[in-house]
């Protein structure tokens, strides 16, 4: 079956642009969650997302990034005024309970 | 917590030896662990995963054993090969959503 998908796949924009970066869960999955990843470090928690509860947005690093989840499915990162230091490896990743997440192959974001 | 922002431990072996990828946990109410792997320019990809009700889970080719005696597990690669060159990590999904740095696996010809 189909896995989590994430679009674009790159993404180049210029310093103080907004980005959007979607995610498309795979079916069924309840829990949504965001990810950064910079380049040879581990996986920083941004956002999840549980069914119809207020998401957890605990790791979201600045009122720049923001993130929606509509109809329960497909899920919309926006940062906005984006600089160098945003560039990263976003990834996703859905799970049908709180254990397994599947992750999708990530949006790489660069920011000149 | 994690220590994220330190360079990538590595571990480097011969092709058809056994890798031994180790990770240390801090919350003694952690009952859930998964293994990641992954290969570079993807997402990680869920390899095996092990409750606390458990000391050892074998799967194809792969083991990880949990000793929560000293909050450590480790992930066993039995005669590793080329293909599982790629960055392994632990996670412990209910607890928190931090993952370490995890471990750069390189195979050797």
């Known amino acids: 079956g189909a896995g989590v998908s994430q679009s674009p796949s790159n993404k180049v924009t210029e310093k103080g642009k907004d980005v959007e970066l979607r995610c498309d869960p795979i079916?069924?999955?309840?829990?949504l969650y965001w990810y950064r990843q910079s380049l040879g470090q581990g996986l920083e928690f941004l956002i999840y997302?549980?069914?119809?509860?207020?998401?957890?947005k605990s790791g979201l690093p600045s009122d720049r990034f923001s993130a929606e989840r509509t109809g329960g499915s497909v899920s919309t990162l926006t940062i906005q005024r984006t600089q160098q230091e945003d560039s990263a490896v976003y990834l996703c990743a859905s799970s049908r309970d709180v254990e397994t997440q599947y992750f999708g192959p990530g949006t790489r974001l660069l920011v000149l | 917590g994690e220590s994220v922002g330190l360079h990538l431990p590595t571990l480097s072996v011969q092709e058809g030896d056994n890798s031994i990828i180790n990770c240390a946990y801090s919350?003694?109410?952690?009952?859930?662990f998964i293994w990641y792997k992954q290969e570079s320019g993807k997402g990680p990809q869920f390899i095996i995963d092990?409750?606390?009700?458990?000391d050892k889970r074998q799967g194809q080719r792969v083991t990880v054993l949990l000793n929560k005696t000293v909050k450590h597990l480790s992930l066993q690669i039995a005669a590793t090969q080329p293909g599982d060159s790629a960055v392994y990590f632990c996670?412990?999904?209910?607890?928190?959503?931090?993952f370490g740095p995890g471990t750069r696996l390189s195979v050797l010809p």
């Open positions: 079916s069924g999955h309840t829990a």
């Open positions: 996670a412990e999904p209910r607890q928190n959503f931090v």
């Open positions: 997302f549980q069914g119809n509860s207020a998401p957890d």
């Open positions: 919350n003694s109410a952690s009952d859930y």
């Open positions: 092990i409750r606390s009700n458990m």
